[in-house]
């Protein structure tokens, strides 16, 4: 970073974490007080996290214009933002469907027996279910990529080797997972350039982070316990890097959990935002948890009249 602090042009961009930035700040502060007087401006993703007391003592003293990107605007500690409302701006999810940036999403409803570890019955109807999208949307089923996910260890090992027993290629993900449990189960999660696995079974692994374009359907075979895991779910289906209008990404679920009605309820929440033209004081939230989109607020209000 000193290297690139010598810079004095322009066009230079340094990229950090969070901790690297916070380190600086309490323990290098000759080295954060040259980055100070470098900076310009602060692009800062996981926005929604800039309330925390070392996180947002680091970044606002950088005393630059200073831009949050979230999806989660909300903290469950009650810890504020310090944002001016006409310095805020909300990028819905009907928005960014229309605009061609993600996939739409629609749901297949079905019926199977999750009774004394029996997995046959789901595998049958989501490999049929698999099937029926490719030939929906016009490609080879061997393209569709798909993530399934339980509720427990023992149900990703079991739907993954029911997937492997039906000679498909799959992998499940689970941290209690060793090597005694066979090539199939893994404990981390791989690059999905280098495996090659259609089928990616978890219960917890695959909600964030996990960004291929050729994941396309989520198979539950089990529900979660709340809106906001759901939609963070969903959007490891909706990435279309494209921007094709009218492309769709599916959810395999089972009737009797109503997750289709949960992601409704999100949708009506972010279309009630729309038409509110953004965030509002008091917000509506999904019955079942709270969840949001794309969101992008400029901070802050002590910086506004620079903007």
């Known amino acids: 970073m000193k290297a690139l602090l010598e810079f004095n042009d322009e066009g230079h961009v340094l990229i950090c974490i969070n901790q690297t930035l916070e380190r600086l700040y309490s323990t290098e502060a000759a080295l954060f007080t040259d980055l100070r007087n470098w900076v310009q401006l602060a692009l800062v993703d996981e926005g929604h996290r800039e309330p925390a007391p070392k996180w947002a003592e680091a970044i606002?003293?950088?005393?630059?214009?200073?831009?949050?990107?979230?999806a989660t605007p909300y903290r469950n500690d009650r810890r504020l933002f310090n944002l001016d409302r006409k310095f805020r701006y909300t990028f819905t999810f009907p928005e960014a469907v229309a605009s061609g940036i993600i996939r739409d999403v629609h749901f297949v409803v079905a019926s199977w027996s999750r009774a004394n570890n029996v997995y046959a019955d789901f595998i049958t109807k989501l490999l049929k279910c698999r099937t029926a999208i490719a030939k929906k949307?016009?490609?080879?089923?061997?393209?569709?990529?798909?993530?399934?996910?339980?509720?427990?260890?023992?149900?990703?090992?079991?739907?993954?080797?029911?997937?492997?027993?039906?000679?498909?290629?799959?992998?499940?993900?689970?941290?209690?997972?060793?090597?005694?449990?066979?090539?199939?189960?893994?404990?981390?999660?791989?690059?999905?350039?280098?495996?090659?696995?259609?089928?990616?079974?978890?219960q917890e692994k695959l909600v964030e982070g996990l960004d291929d374009p050729r994941f396309r359907l989520v198979a539950l075979f089990n529900p979660f316990t709340n809106t906001r895991?759901?939609?963070?779910?969903?959007?490891?289906?909706?990435?279309?890097?494209?921007?094709?209008?009218?492309?769709?990404?599916?959810?395999?679920?089972?009737?009797?959990?109503?997750?289709?009605?949960?992601?409704?309820?999100?949708?009506?929440?972010?279309?009630?935002?729309?038409?509110?033209?953004?965030?509002?004081s008091r917000r509506p939230t999904p019955s079942r948890g709270r969840a949001r989109t794309c969101r992008l607020f400029i901070s802050r209000a002590t910086f506004a009249n620079n903007l």
């Open 60 to 70: 606002r003293n950088l005393g630059v214009k200073t831009i949050l990107f979230t």
């Open 137 to 202: 949307i016009g490609c080879r089923t061997a393209n569709i990529r798909v993530i399934g996910r339980c509720d427990s260890c023992d149900a990703v090992r079991g739907v993954t080797n029911a997937l492997v027993d039906a000679k498909q290629e799959a992998i499940g993900v689970h941290h209690r997972f060793t090597s005694a449990d066979g090539p199939q189960l893994v404990k981390t999660v791989p690059d999905p350039l280098r495996q090659d696995a259609s089928f990616w079974v978890h």
């Open 229 to 280: 895991s759901l939609v963070q779910q969903v959007g490891r289906v909706i990435r279309n890097p494209g921007h094709r209008r009218g492309e769709i990404a599916f959810v395999f679920s089972h009737e009797h959990d109503q997750e289709s009605e949960a992601w409704q309820r999100f949708l009506r929440y972010e279309r009630d935002l729309q038409v509110q033209g953004g965030p509002r």
